[in-house]
């Protein structure tokens, strides 16, 4: 049975940081594409970051660039997510989610509709 399991939210003042990590099981997890998305009640879900399975490169959206940093330690079996001077519109729920690696994947990894695997969330709350 695939789990995804997050960890790592709470509440910050504006400026401060939080890190995200995701516990992947049931699964082989280094073979499978990794990204972080987040939602706001009456928004659609959105993408935040994105990590292939080797961890090669790192995709942001452009609202998070230059504050969020992604990561992964596949012998850990362990999803990060580094969330550095947070502003009060990053609250929202977080969640990592699964993707099988392919020529899709690339063209468009921030895409929801890519992954097949999904945590229950981590609450993010920033405060000003």
């Known amino acids: 049975q695939v789990q995804l399991v997050e960890s790592g939210g709470g509440s910050v003042q504006a400026g401060g940081s939080l890190r995200l990590s995701c516990a992947p099981s049931?699964?082989?997890?280094?073979?499978?594409?990794m990204g972080w998305f987040r939602q706001t009640p009456g928004k659609e879900r959105e993408g935040v970051a994105a990590i292939p399975s080797g961890g090669t490169s790192t995709y942001y959206a452009e609202y998070v660039k230059g504050r969020f940093i992604i990561s992964r330690d596949n012998a850990k079996n362990t999803l990060y997510l580094q969330m550095d001077s947070l502003k009060p519109e990053d609250t929202a729920m977080y969640y990592c989610a699964a993707a099988p690696c392919g020529g899709s994947w690339y063209s468009s990894p921030l895409t929801q509709y890519q992954y097949n695997y999904w945590g229950q969330g981590a609450q993010v709350i920033v405060s000003s």
């Open positions: 049931g699964y082989t997890y280094r073979r499978y594409c």
